[in-house]
């Protein structure tokens, strides 16, 4: 059974910085594609980033780039998103996910709030 597991999330002020993490199970992380993927309230689904299996290769969405940094420790099979300078507009429920199975986990809340 696949499992994602994100942590991390939590009230951050505006310019402050939150790491998230995503440990997964029961797949061959290093060889998984992995995405983070955000939704705010009201609002549909927002691609994030997405790092390859081996973390050489790495897209972010314009409304993060140069803020957040997505990186992966396939020895601990965990995937992270390092969230820098953030903006209100960045609240929303954070989910990592293995697009190529179909699989999301449950989700961290990060609030950006003064």
């Known amino acids: 059974e696949v499992q994602l597991v994100e942590s991390g999330g939590g009230l951050v002020q505006p310019g402050g910085s939150l790491r998230l993490s995503c440990a997964a199970s029961?797949?061959?992380?290093?060889?998984?594609?992995m995405t983070w993927v955000r939704q705010a309230p009201g609002k549909g689904p927002e691609w994030v980033s997405t790092v390859s299996g081996g973390g050489e290769s790495i897209r972010y969405a314009d409304s993060v780039k140069g803020r957040f940094t997505i990186s992966r420790d396939n020895a601990k099979n965990t995937l992270y998103l390092q969230m820098n300078s953030a903006k209100p507009e960045d609240t929303a429920a954070y989910y990592c996910?293995?697009?190529?199975?179909?699989?999301w986990g449950q989700g961290t809340q990060v609030t950006v709030s003064s």
């Open positions: 996910a293995w697009m190529g199975g179909g699989s």
């Open positions: 029961g797949i061959t992380f290093s060889s998984c594609v």
